[in-house]
């Protein structure tokens, strides 16, 4: 790991055998961009990479000079307007009308390891050898406005997580409006753009488009990353696969507005920026003040989307989640919200806890309906005290009767959001985000609390550590079920109006540092709607999230499939539920409803007293099987090996760090009239290594690798005595042991 500097040529060369990113100071003084990818030998000069042209319509930034135009260089963090006509990474409104900027390289370092982001989640190192920081710094001086580009290096990953800081150093207000996280300007536009979009019920499905000449982005203006579209990219060259072939992956860490664009201009040049959606950004820089960007992270592999998607796993695991949950295998729990929505007493719960218990579960957890006035979601949010009536002990109680059964207690909470009828309204209406005079919109019947308010963040502190503290919770869900409307705080003059959604995220990240810090037993799941708000920027304080509300088998294939590009396994929440599902009236059975939620932290979405008790037999087999697993399930390697994207079969996989256990996942959509034989070629086995497939015949690694493992069996109609029958919805675990 290095991060080299030739002074003679103004070239800075980051590299740890992996990759090598290039930049050099350019002849106006910024920063240009000349290399990322595989690793190169470095050298003293890497100048032949700046391309300089005469071309016809260019602007030039020197008088005489008819060659250098920043519309054809590549540079580093971009401004518009001085000959460069794209869109900027950054945008500084001044007093006199002018958006013009000029930032010139004054100065840069390089220290150990990785300094924090005040406010902001972020990357972090144990170890000051882990990694290597170059920090940037360029000024305008006419503004009296300074920009520290922030670089670092990971020791043991094709990875580098860039942010930037911008300080005003001078006399006059200035108004920030555009603040990427990153620019990344590369020589070609050959990459297909691959993005994870979607809706409730139906996120992150993987969308593949080729790049054209103009803009192509996803973005979010919700103020949540959002169902619709998640902040993670990838530009993939045409003809990678999951194996081979050179991909990119960009993945901002924050939770709020976000935008992730890609421009070709006329030369096919490519321009990719992201970071917060500059869509009604407006951040205002007094005299001294500063605003520093969420941190994006840049990925490279050159061996398909697996070891990209590998490289994010074990990064995003073990140094951006953290706290006494990060390396600790998941508890299987039981959530009783589609059990009995908000139909419950306390008696009815512990029925559900004991039935539950008697097959293995570890951890219950109540869901909404616990609290003040909820006996619907019109009301009731915001007043965070136990409903009498329905737990006459309060939360301590039902704790107490759940430990007695030897399961940990586990306890919903939406701290974002109010209901009108609430007390906490009727005492604080102006603490709800709307417009005075304007129609308030509502979501589910509630209103978005403004947590860019100090006052409004240590009121819900003080709820939600009283309740921790009065029982013994080991489990929280945060949810978050509407988007903002109506953006409009009541406590910031109106040339601050424009920073609100990027406040608001900031208010929820100190609220979850707050009860993360003073309360570290508690395992912290992120919730919005499912998953309206799964993204980087949750990972960090809470190590696993609901990716969806959609707990159907098969549609979870897609869900968890595109989710798992960029996500740890370990933090995809993944429930087996009632069928017929709840979400779209599937009938699946049991054990496929099992085979896909195993893959991701693993639990129940039911009454077990309802299940036959064949069927109750099979939930034990279930949960005996992920605790002999889980381990290799969530911290393992994973391979995807079939799409759901791309036909009727799904196929994954998960590998043990020794590779010497591997569990593969195999998922037919459809049973198929007498089909052909099939096999799937497995991957990240040890070739030397001989495995016995079920406890049967061994195989070495290379010929499940290379031919594959056989899935055939004898399709619909009659079948062997051996084999089981087919259905729709089928699906099996492969079990391997070395």
């Not at 006509?85 to 220290?111: C, E, K, M, W």
């Not at 580098?160 to 006399?171: C, D, E, P, Q, T």
């Not at 536009?189 to 790049?211: I, P, T």
């Not at 990240?509 to 919730?527: G, I, K, M």
Request: negative net charge.
């Amino acid at each position: 790991m290095s991060v080299i500097y030739h002074e003679s040529t103004k070239t800075f060369h980051l590299t740890n055998g992996q990759i090598s990113y290039i930049m050099k100071v350019l002849p106006n003084g910024s920063l240009g961009q000349l290399y990322f990818g595989r690793a190169i030998r470095d050298r003293e000069s890497f100048d032949h990479l700046l391309e300089m042209r005469q071309r016809p319509m260019s602007s030039c930034v020197f008088e005489g000079d008819k060659q250098f135009s920043l519309e054809h260089t590549r540079q580093e963090y971009p401004s518009y307007g001085s000959t460069d006509y794209r869109r900027p990474a950054v945008q500084i409104l001044q007093p006199n009308g002018s958006r013009i900027t000029d930032f010139v390289v004054r100065s840069h370092s390089v220290s150990p390891g990785k300094p924090a982001l005040e406010g902001l989640p972020a990357t972090y190192c144990e170890s000051s050898g882990e990694a290597e920081t170059l920090t940037v710094c360029l000024e305008d001086a006419l503004l009296g406005a300074s920009l520290d580009l922030h670089y670092t290096l990971f020791a043991d990953y094709p990875a580098l997580a860039r942010s930037a800081r911008i300080v005003n150093g001078g006399g006059m207000d200035l108004h920030l409006t555009h603040a990427m996280s990153l620019c990344l300007d590369l020589p070609d536009s050959d990459y297909e753009f691959v993005h994870f979009s979607g809706a409730w019920a139906r996120e992150r499905w993987m969308k593949v488009r080729k790049l054209e000449q103009g803009i192509q982005s996803v973005e979010s203006a919700r103020g949540n990353s959002s169902h619709n579209h998640n902040p993670f990219i990838m530009l993939r060259r045409p003809g990678t696969d999951e194996d081979k072939g050179e991909v990119i992956g960009l993945s901002l860490i924050y939770s709020g507005n976000f935008l992730a664009q890609a421009e070709v201009d006329a030369w096919d040049t490519l321009r990719v920026t992201l970071g917060v959606n500059p869509f009604g950004f407006d951040w205002k820089l007094a005299p001294g003040e500063s605003f520093q960007t969420p941190e994006a992270v840049m990925v490279y592999s050159h061996d398909g989307c697996n070891a990209m998607s590998r490289t994010f796993h074990r990064l995003y695991r073990s140094r951006l989640a953290r706290g006494q949950w990060r390396d600790r295998p998941r508890p299987i729990l039981i959530n009783n919200w589609e059990a009995t929505y908000f139909d419950f007493t306390e008696d009815k719960l512990m029925s559900i806890a004991e039935a539950a218990c008697r097959d293995g579960v570890e951890l219950f957890v109540l869901d909404d309906g616990w609290f003040g006035a909820r006996s619907s979601d019109r009301a009731g949010l915001g007043d965070w005290t136990p409903n009498p009536s329905r737990l006459p002990e309060g939360l301590a109680g039902l704790a107490r009767r759940i430990n007695g059964l030897g399961m940990q207690f586990g306890l919903w909470f939406e701290p974002e959001m109010v209901n009108k009828d609430s007390d906490l309204y009727r005492a604080h209406p102006d603490w709800v985000i709307h417009v005075p005079g304007r129609r308030e919109s509502h979501g589910r019947n509630q209103y978005v609390l403004d947590f860019s308010r100090p006052e409004v963040v240590d009121c819900v502190y003080d709820q939600m550590a009283k309740l921790l503290s009065g029982a013994n919770i080991s489990y929280i869900k945060w949810d978050m079920n509407r988007s903002i409307t109506e953006p409009y705080s009541q406590a910031l003059p109106a040339d601050r109006q424009g920073e609100l959604f990027h406040r608001y995220i900031l208010g929820v990240y100190r609220l979850y540092e707050r009860l993360t810090a003073n309360f570290p037993h508690v395992l912290f799941e992120s919730c919005a709607s499912g998953g309206g708000r799964f993204d980087p920027g949750m990972l960090y304080y809470a190590p696993q999230g609901w990716a969806s509300d959609d707990s159907d088998a098969i549609e979870r294939l897609k869900i968890q499939y595109g989710t798992s590009y960029c996500y740890p396994i370990s933090s995809i929440g993944a429930h087996v539920s009632a069928s017929p599902n709840h979400q779209v009236r599937r009938t699946a059975p049991l054990p496929t409803r099992a085979n896909a939620a195993y893959f991701g932290a693993f639990g129940y979405e039911l009454d077990l007293n309802k299940l036959t008790e064949e069927e109750r037999q099979e939930v034990r087999r279930q949960i005996a099987f992920m605790k002999e697993y889980r381990e290799v399930l969530q911290f393992g390697d994973f391979y995807r090996l079939l799409s759901p994207f791309d036909g009727n079969f799904t196929a994954w996989m998960t590998v043990s760090p020794d590779r010497k256990t591997a569990l593969v996942g195999w998922y037919r959509t459809l049973s198929e009239a007498n089909g052909p034989f099939r096999r799937v070629k497995l991957q990240g086995l040890d070739p030397e290594l001989c495995y016995r497939v079920d406890g049967g015949d061994g195989h070495y690694g290379d010929e499940l690798m290379n031919l594959g493992l056989l899935t055939t069996d004898s399709g619909a109609g009659e079948c062997q005595a051996d084999e089981r029958p087919i259905c729709d919805f089928d699906s099996r675990i492969y079990v391997l042991k070395a």
